[in-house]
């Protein structure tokens, strides 16, 4: 045979607060989860377009130091003003 008995009215709503608490917890451990969640796929997508970029860098500096490098014996380490669009170079 069971038996129902009442629950003190103090402990009943501390144990009801308690479990209002714990549900509110429970609610905000998902909407960190969410936000973590978008913040990884957000640094994915930096990661991604730093390494795009980085690649691009590269291919032009390689292409830049081809280029001076290809310049410097051809005018003997010469000196050259991009914005003048001249090489000052020594003669021989």
Request: glycine fraction near 4%.
């Amino acid at each position: 045979m069971k038996k129902t008995e009442n629950l003190e009215k103090e402990l009943l709503e501390e144990l009801q607060n308690l479990q209002t608490q714990i549900n509110t917890t429970i609610i905000s451990f998902g909407e960190l989860f969410v936000a973590k969640l978008e913040i990884q796929n957000e640094l994915s997508k930096l990661e991604s377009q730093t390494e795009a970029l980085t690649n691009h860098y590269n291919e032009l500096y390689n292409k830049w130091d081809t280029r001076m490098s290809d310049l410097s014996k051809k005018y003997n380490d010469g000196e050259i003003n991009l914005t003048e669009g001249t090489v000052t170079y020594e003669v021989e």
